[in-house]
């Protein structure tokens, strides 16, 4: 369990993170989500005891990180797949790793399988492409066999299938009862890898919650039902003061836009009246919208109006 | 015990401290070689002006022990001083560094280590090489040239037993200086400049360059080392040495003191 209690960072008269309370934990994939900037690497530089904070503090399992014992065997946290040296071979540098926290050389070779990396285990960390490095990085976090595991932007700059591996790979270490925190710049990657989120913006926190209760809150949610009884399931809905409007897209036709509402509360009012459904699904408004609406005062760095920018040569 | 080994798996597992340890090997050994041989042919130079009945103008060139151990002294302990500096700086370049004091979140201990372990290989490695230049110049000297060459009385010895003291500080000095500045080619200009030029423009400065001659630092190794250059210090080698690992003492305090406050 990661505890962050009113963790402050002045960098000069700038607050990267500002006075920032949340828990993170175990068992599940907790994202921390915010723009670029927001705070999130400042945050868990902190957690790691690499930067000082100017007020707050932060516990993993109820200690400091500078008062753990071995620290890499509590602790796995991958910041920057690219801090390796690049004419250090992968085994070397975790070899260097795992001899710092006393950690059996067996378990070196151990980890590299676990990410597949035995082939290359002797080659220069310089010669890796980005998923490789990823992959080493997974490997050194995950030498300590540690309960706690941070990832900062793990999947910027992958492709597909490395994304998809990564996003697997949290997952089962949290479903391994590990305490997992994954920060993201992109909701859209979080609403598919984690469970919880702790979303902040200009350093500070905007919302800790479930990605569900997140993504229902904060985005116009609406459900688009396809029944052959539309007439009777209109006057239903529009009975319990739902407001309801044609789809006017559907090729099959009869179909219903339902504003404001859960598939929930659609398909409760359509089975109470026995009313025959053909579809009925969420349509949310995408993540990226929601998620501007909701940090979209705490970008640090707006960009300009394409309109302004272009000044009507569009 | 950990870093020790993590250190030590660091140092091995890539080339350059190699590189630079074959550097030290050959320009310490290959150096007294060349002081043996102009030595010899100095010597030589001179016998044959004397045999043709002339006067020669020179005095032969009959160097001492610690001549013979200049290329160690000399350049071998300043490539000593790069590598110690490297050892720091490179992880700060790589970003290496905030996974070291993730792993050893007590930086004393990591900065402690790297100097103890570089300073202690580089002694052991400077103290060899000391006798390998001796048997070297001496040999390439020949008995005649190589008369001054003698493993004994204090002054010798010291020339012996100074240059692995003045190794170990050396390195000591250059992890500190590599941790203040955090990035190579500062700490290595800086590590080179500062013995080798800057010290000596003070003589440039006339009598307030020579008053404060003697409290430089390197001035006062050299001096421990036998090489005093004509500067009239106010205590003899051993002062000199304690005076230089007081600096090194203070230096070194003040890298602790600040990779501690500062962020990673």
Redesign the interface.
Same mark, same amino acid.
């Given at each position: 369990m990661i505890e962050v209690r009113g963790l402050t960072k002045e960098f000069g008269p700038t607050k990267a993170v500002e006075d920032l309370t949340f828990t993170v934990q175990p068992g599940m994939v907790t994202g921390f989500l915010g723009p670029n900037g927001a705070g999130k690497s400042t945050t868990m530089?902190m957690i790691?005891?690499?930067? =000082?904070p100017t007020a707050g503090t932060a516990l993993i399992d109820g200690k400091r990180?500078?008062d753990?014992k &071995?620290? #890499?065997r509590t602790?796995g946290?991958l #910041?920057?797949a690219?801090?390796?040296?690049?004419? =250090? %071979?992968a085994k070397?540098?975790l &070899?260097?790793?795992a001899? %710092?926290?006393?950690i059996p050389m067996s378990r070196v070779d151990e980890v590299l399988r676990l990410v597949g990396l035995t082939e290359v285990a002797g080659k220069k960390a310089g010669g890796f492409s980005l998923g490789m490095s990823q992959r080493l990085g997974l490997a050194?976090t995950l030498l300590g066999d540690p309960k706690v595991l941070l990832f900062d932007e793990p999947v910027n700059g992958l492709d597909p299938e490395g994304i998809v591996w990564i996003r697997k790979f949290m997952q089962r270490l949290a479903a391994e009862g590990r305490t997992v925190l994954v920060s993201s710049h992109l909701l859209s990657e979080m609403a598919l890898t984690a469970e919880h989120l702790v979303v902040i913006g200009r350093g500070r926190l905007i919302a800790d919650t479930t990605v569900k209760q997140f993504v229902d809150r904060s985005s116009e949610s609406t459900v688009r039902v396809r029944s052959p009884q539309l007439d009777a399931l209109r006057s239903a809905l529009t009975s319990q003061g739902l407001t309801v409007r044609e789809d006017g897209t559907s090729e099959l036709g009869g179909a219903l836009i339902v504003l404001e509402a859960t598939t929930d509360v659609v398909g409760q009012i359509a089975g109470g009246q026995g009313i025959v459904l053909h579809e009925l699904a969420a349509q949310q408004g995408s993540l990226e919208d929601a998620f501007m609406k909701l940090t979209g005062d705490d970008v640090q760095y707006h960009a300009a109006g394409i309109d302004e920018v272009m000044g009507g040569a569009l | 015990m950990g870093v020790v080994n993590a250190e030590r798996i660091k140092l091995t597992s890539t080339r350059s401290p190699w590189w630079c340890t074959v550097a030290i090997i050959a320009l310490g050994l290959g150096l007294a070689a060349v002081i043996g041989l102009s030595a010899k042919a100095s010597y030589n130079a001179f016998v044959d002006e004397v045999a043709k009945g002339d006067k020669p103008d020179f005095e032969p060139f009959l160097p001492t022990l610690a001549d013979a151990v200049g290329g160690v002294s000399g350049f071998g302990v300043l490539i000593l001083m790069i590598l110690a500096a490297l050892a720091v700086t490179s992880e700060y370049r790589f970003g290496i560094i905030r996974t070291t004091f993730q792993a050893v979140p007590k930086r004393d201990s990591v900065l402690i280590t790297k100097a103890g372990l570089i300073g202690g290989f580089g002694a052991l490695l400077t103290f060899l090489l000391t006798f390998g230049a001796y048997a070297i110049a001496k040999a390439t000297a020949g008995s005649d040239a190589g008369a001054a060459l003698k493993l004994s009385g204090s002054e010798a010895w010291r020339a012996i037993y100074g240059v692995p003291i003045y190794a170990f500080l050396c390195v000591v000095l250059a992890v500190a200086v590599g941790t203040l500045l955090r990035q190579s080619a500062g700490a290595i200009a800086l590590l080179l400049l500062w013995p080798l030029l800057v010290e000596n423009l003070f003589g440039l400065f006339g009598r307030f360059g020579e008053n404060i001659k003697p409290f430089l630092p390197f001035m006062n190794a050299n001096n421990f080392l036998g090489a005093p250059q004509g500067v009239d210090f106010h205590w003899g080698p051993w002062g000199s040495l304690a005076y230089f690992a007081a600096f090194v003492a203070v230096i070194f305090g003040l890298a602790l003191f600040t990779v501690n406050r500062r962020d990673a």
């Open positions: 530089r790691l005891g690499l930067d =000082r990180y500078h753990l &071995q620290p #890499l602790v946290a #910041l920057d690219k801090w390796v040296h690049p004419n =250090r %071979s070397a540098h &070899q260097w790793m001899a %710092s926290n006393g050194a | -």
